[in-house]
């Protein structure tokens, strides 16, 4: 049988010796030629942050989708703006696209914040993330980006993180009473949260973070995971790290994009932008679990870290917390109308999560007994 496939490579070669005759035969290759696309994205994250990593598997990820047509120059915070500055960044068309999370531009409106730092009804990450793509979360976000605010971006979710700890103390903090009075670094309304249990917050980026706590401009502070906490040394300013807390339990990577940007761009380019921020969704998960826990130990076991999960004082306290932010922040009409239909999703999915859930910290003491302190 005659095989009717043949290499690429050898009929170019081949034709590319018929000289002008072939030019009628090559005319679509010219397409393949064209210079690649090539995007300006900042991030929110110092350059050794392993943010930086998760931000190059959607970066590679676009490029081999596009074969090449598009790149994407990748630079970290500050490269061009502030880690806070992004939003505006791109939606003025200094850079074409981001990689940060919407609690830094709540400071232009407290909703932002909903998007991955609001109240917790009971759902995981991954419950309010379904919430954004299946739940109508997706026209609330361009609601206020694009109307409320006339912020000239497109924007997608990706990565359901891991609850973020408690953070890091210099000293254990069992009861909210220890709590009292720390200044403490968090952002979005997890500030507003961690104020009304008594503590005096500042909103920083990562980067800031340890000289801030090594001048004692604050004594305490989260950012997100074991291996972004290590990269910039959180354990050398503080050795009792509390991990699970109700602050900020289901955020997940922003993906920024200039609106004229995506407009300009073919279609199908377009749709690898957007497509590709679920692509590396996977890929990110697999990554932070990897890394996380294997930096969790490290700090365990070579640099003397404490690490304790936060006692249910605290998390109830945490809910508490939020029980008397939502009234305030339901004045707004579209905060209402966005928690309305938060609560709506997580009471019907998180019915079937819970209930579905088998008790894995039942099977994972009957392996490994006495690790875990459930």
């Known amino acids: 049988m005659t095989n009717t496939l043949y290499d690429r ?20 290759p010219a397409v393949l ?17 392993i943010w930086m990593d998760f931000a190059r598997q959607y970066t590679t990820r676009v490029e081999e989708m596009s074969g090449g047509r598009l790149t994407i120059d990748l630079l970290p915070a500050g490269a061009v703006v502030a880690a806070f500055q992004v939003m505006d960044a791109v939606s003025d068309g200094v850079i ?18 909903l998007f991955g730092t609001g109240p917790v009804f009971g759902g995981s990450s991954t419950t309010m993330l379904s919430w954004f793509y299946q739940g109508g979360g997706m026209q609330f976000y361009n609601e206020l980006t694009q109307d409320i605010l006339g912020l000239n971006v497109q924007g997608y979710l990706g990565f359901p993180m891991f609850a973020q700890p408690l953070g890091w103390f210099k000293n254990e903090v069992n009861t909210v009473a220890d709590l009292q009075g720390l200044k403490y670094r968090t952002v979005g309304l997890a500030a507003d949260l961690m104020q009304g249990m008594g503590m005096s917050v ?53 993906f920024i994009f200039n609106k004229d940007v995506m407009t300009d761009l ?15 969704s996977t890929s990110n998960t697999a990554l932070a ?3 996380y826990s294997a930096d969790l130990q490290k700090l365990m076991n070579e640099d003397g870290v404490q690490v304790h999960r936060t006692s249910k004082e605290i ?34 999915v998180s019915y ?16 490994f007994p006495g690790k875990v302190k459930l």
């Open 96 to 113: 074409d696209a981001a990689h940060s999370v919407s609690a830094y531009w709540y400071g232009k409106h407290k909703g932002a914040s």
């Open 33 to 49: 030629a064209q210079a690649p696309k090539i995007l300006k994205m900042q991030t929110s994250w110092s350059a050794s942050d």
């Open 266 to 280: 073919d279609p199908d380019l377009a749709a690898i932008l957007k497509y590709g921020v679920e692509a590396a």
């Open 315 to 348: 998390l109830d306290a945490e809910i508490s917390g939020w029980d008397k932010l939502i009234p305030d922040l339901e004045k707004d009409d579209f905060m209402k109308r966005v928690l309305d239909s938060q609560r709506a999703w997580v009471e019907r």
């Open 289 to 291: 679990m990897d890394n």
């Open 9 to 28: 490579r050898s009929f170019l070669k081949k034709t590319a010796v018929l000289g002008g005759g072939a030019a009628g035969v090559l005319a679509a």
């Open 352 to 367: 079937y999560e819970l209930m579905n859930a088998p008790d894995f910290g039942l099977a994972y003491e009957h392996y």
């Open 202 to 254: 500042a909103q920083l980026p990562g980067g800031e973070i340890v000289p801030a706590m090594e001048r004692g401009v604050i004594d305490a502070f989260e950012f997100n995971n074991p291996s972004s906490d290590m990269r910039f040394g959180a354990q050398d300013v503080a050795k009792n790290y509390y991990l699970s807390s109700y602050h900020q339990a289901s955020e997940a990577f922003e």
